[in-house]
């Protein structure tokens, strides 16, 4: 069983290297097997979503080859679009399969999406988009099909802004015969980004990032190259950690544009921000100020941000509230850092953090991927050790959150420990 042990560790100083963006390279890959020739993608991560990813692609047929950092994939011996039920529960994004492969094979067979539990998380807009389109969707217990004889162009109104089926819309609607209009899209630099590299292809996408796309079906998508976008929930994190003991840290290779609403409430915590074209840096001033945060989609603060920006505020004192209007119960991390001595009350979709109160190290779980993010910041910040369980979940969006942070200055390792370690430190935990 692997897990983070952080110390206490004094103003944090340095650069990372940000890499391109999770979020940005799960839809980039779905959207290459729309493609009728070779791909390459440059900047993809190599975390545990995408080794999933590659695991599906074999599954059905499309090669990915990782080459100096880029991923070349070749969509043309597609020969199933059936997916294993498990490995699309193993993470979020398999919708895009959904899509991508109902586009191009009339017919898909996949498993419920897994990723981050945040207790809710409806995949209806996706289901919309499918029938609106033309297609049938028979839901089963582990799996749903979706099948359509034709794709033809449709007007879709989404009931909430959503990134994922503004997404999963265009790949399904881009091979789709005649016009389709999609309303009330959410416009996410992710968005955007996969409107460009469907465009690159050959692709008729027009307006993403704005609240109205439309698309004009085409019925050949060529071969291409393409860089994803960096990462701005990493570097968003990163950023924070600067302000916990006063430190300075900057993030290279980066859009400081997708960061506005972060770098807005760091400036009211009492962080310095400078931007330049591809990076920022964050000073920490050593006098944080509690503050008020609602998640909201973009351009709002993100909600993939609210945890460890709980952590930073952990350090602010006074009383902050965050609320998350995104995931109302997204808080799974909240009894981890009262563990640590953090005084944080939830109520409803917010969380109530009383602080400047110090913090002794402990045994935590990560329960999510910015949850773990979230007890590293505050394991860093706290007395002593810490020591942090679900590594796995930190994986599945992190190529190297060791290395990435001690490039910082963070004292922090990777640990193992048998079966029966874990058995007496779940005993001592209760
Ligand atoms: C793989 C990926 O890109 N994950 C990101 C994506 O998730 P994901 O694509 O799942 O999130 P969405 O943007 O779709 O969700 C936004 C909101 O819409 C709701 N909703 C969504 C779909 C649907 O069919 N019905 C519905 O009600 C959700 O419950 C949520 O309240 O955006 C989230 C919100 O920025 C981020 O936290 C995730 O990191
Ligand atoms: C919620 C997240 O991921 P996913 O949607 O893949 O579960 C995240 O990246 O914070």
């Keep these: 069983m692997k897990y983070i042990q952080t110390e206490y560790s004094g103003p944090l100083s340095g650069q990372v290297r940000v890499p391109g963006a999770k979020n940005s390279s799960l839809a980039l890959l779905a959207a290459a097997c729309l493609a009728d020739d070779c791909v390459t993608l440059e900047g993809i991560p190599q975390i545990d979503d995408i080794r999933l990813i590659a695991e599906i692609g074999r599954d ?21 679009a ?43 807009q996706h289901l919309k988009v499918f029938q609106a389109l033309g297609a049938k969707v028979e839901l089963h217990k582990d799996y749903y099909v979706v099948e359509a004889a034709e794709l033809k162009g449709a007007d879709i109104f989404f009931d909430t802004l959503t990134s994922g089926a503004t997404i999963n819309a265009m790949l399904t609607a881009v091979r789709a015969s005649g016009q389709t209009r999609l309303f009330n899209c959410a416009v996410d630099p992710e968005v955007v980004d996969t409107a460009a ?39 968003g994190a990163f950023l924070m950690a600067a302000g916990l003991h006063g430190g300075q840290v900057t993030v290279a290779d980066v859009i400081p544009e997708h960061l506005g609403a972060t770098i807005a409430k760091l400036e009211e915590i009492g962080l310095q921000v400078e931007c330049g074209e591809t990076h920022m840096t964050a000073y920490g001033t050593g006098q944080l100020k ?17 945890q460890p920006l709980t952590a930073l505020l952990l350090k602010a004192k006074g009383k902050s509230i965050v609320t998350d ?33 110090p913090l002794q190290g402990g045994w935590v779980h990560a329960t999510d991927v910015r949850a773990g993010i979230c007890l590293v910041l505050a ?34 390792a990777i640990r193992e420990m048998d079966e029966r370690e874990w058995m007496g430190q779940m005993h001592v935990q209760g």
């Design 82 to 124: 059936v997916i294993d039920p498990g490995k699309a529960s193993g993470y979020r994004a398999s919708y895009y399969f959904a899509g991508a492969l109902l586009a191009k094979f009339g017919k898909v067979t996949i498993g419920f999406p897994g990723g981050d539990d945040f207790v809710t998380r409806p995949i209806d």
């Design 290 to 306: 509690a503050v008020r945060v609602r998640t909201g989609m973009y351009p709002g603060f993100a909600t993939d941000l609210q």
């Design 60 to 80: 059905i047929g499309m090669k990915l080859q990782w080459e100096d950092g880029q991923v070349v994939v070749d969509p043309r011996w597609i020969h199933s």
């Design 379 to 412: 394991g860093l910040a706290a007395e002593g050790t810490t020591s942090i369980t679900g590594v796995e979940h930190i994986e599945r969006g992190y190529e190297d959150v060791v290395g990435s942070f001690r490039a910082i200055g963070a004292r922090l």
């Design 325 to 357: 209007r995104v995931y109302p119960k997204r808080f799974a991390h909240v009894p981890q850092l009262r563990r640590l001595g953090a005084e944080i009350d939830v109520r409803q979709e917010s969380a109530f953090i009383r602080g400047g109160l």
């Design 197 to 235: 590299f469907l465009n690159r292809l050959g692709a008729r996408i027009y307006g993403a990032g704005t609240d109205h796309i439309r698309i004009e079906g085409v019925s050949y998508l060529n071969g291409g190259i393409y860089a994803v976008i960096p990462d701005r929930l990493i570097a």
